[in-house]
């Protein structure tokens, strides 16, 4: 697999076990992936602002910073894919995961052609992705914009109540989606899979916890939400307040 650019995937390992590292280096090197090596926390996150990784593969536990620290803070500036790697009995699930931003999950040990066919899945996604926020670069459709809240797709700002507001990765993608489809309900099950990109067939706290989160910025009373609002049995809606007054109402 090669990318648009014909250059080799890059793909950083986070990896403080020796013999996991050796193993994932020649493996990938076999399979075409370029690679870099970080052995803690502290070290990814220096590795990936220097060598630009089209993936990264993040051990759970590791010294110095973990490895969820370590997607949080690549996250609050980066698309880049990142699988979570976590031991056996590790109680770090996939929600705890998903919560701080990472796209996929392997736990160890694992089969080694899995986890290559997973990070080239997320690899075609991250590229699909890239080559669509390229073909959407029309200056009209980068401005969503309902009752107080106003998106700036291509800024990556969001303003509420002519306020800039920061947001994580997540917290903004799942926003946008809700604002491109303003006034419509959309199911629980195509939120997250607009957001997280792939069917999660288990526990759904994690887009509750993003919807509360967003609400406490974006809802003047948090506690009865007027703007996202939850559409019992059928998933979330953002209301567009100029429709809810038109209808005559405190609704
Ligand atoms: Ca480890």
């Not at 009209?140 to 507001?165: F, N, P, W, Y």
């Not at 990109?197 to 003047?220: A, C, M, N, P």
């Not at 049995?233 to 109402?249: F, N, S, V, W």
Request: hydrophobic residues 40%.
């Amino acid at each position: 697999m090669t990318l648009e650019s014909g250059r080799p995937p890059r793909v950083l390992i986070v990896e403080d076990e020796v013999s996991f590292v050796e193993a994932l280096r020649s493996g990938l090197r076999r399979e075409g992936f370029a690679l870099d090596v970080a052995r803690d926390g502290r070290e990814a996150l220096e590795r990936f602002a220097t060598c630009q990784p089209d993936v990264i593969l993040l051990d759970v536990m590791l010294p110095r910073i973990s490895g969820l620290d370590v997607c949080r803070e690549i996250r609050s500036t980066s698309h880049v894919p990142i699988i979570m790697v976590s031991a056996r009995g590790e109680e770090i699930d996939t929600v705890v995961g998903l919560e701080v931003g990472a796209d996929d999950y392997v736990s160890k040990p694992y089969r080694f052609r899995e986890l290559v066919a997973r990070i080239r899945a997320l690899l075609r996604r991250s590229q699909a992705a890239e080559s669509e926020r390229r073909n959407t670069e029309c200056p009209s459709q980068e401005v969503l914009e309902a009752g107080e809240v106003r998106m700036d797709t291509g800024a990556h700002e969001v303003k509420i109540r002519g306020e800039c507001v920061q947001m994580p990765m997540k917290e903004f993608e799942l926003l946008r989606v809700l604002l491109e489809q303003a006034g419509r309900v959309i199911s629980r099950e195509d939120l997250f899979e607009e957001v997280w990109g792939f069917d999660y067939l288990g526990d759904s706290k994690t887009l509750d916890s993003h919807i509360r989160r967003l609400r406490q910025k974006v809802e003047t009373d948090p506690s009865s939400p007027r703007c996202i609002v939850t559409i019992r049995g059928a998933g979330y809606k953002y209301a567009i307040p100029e429709l809810a007054e038109a209808r005559g109402g405190d609704a």
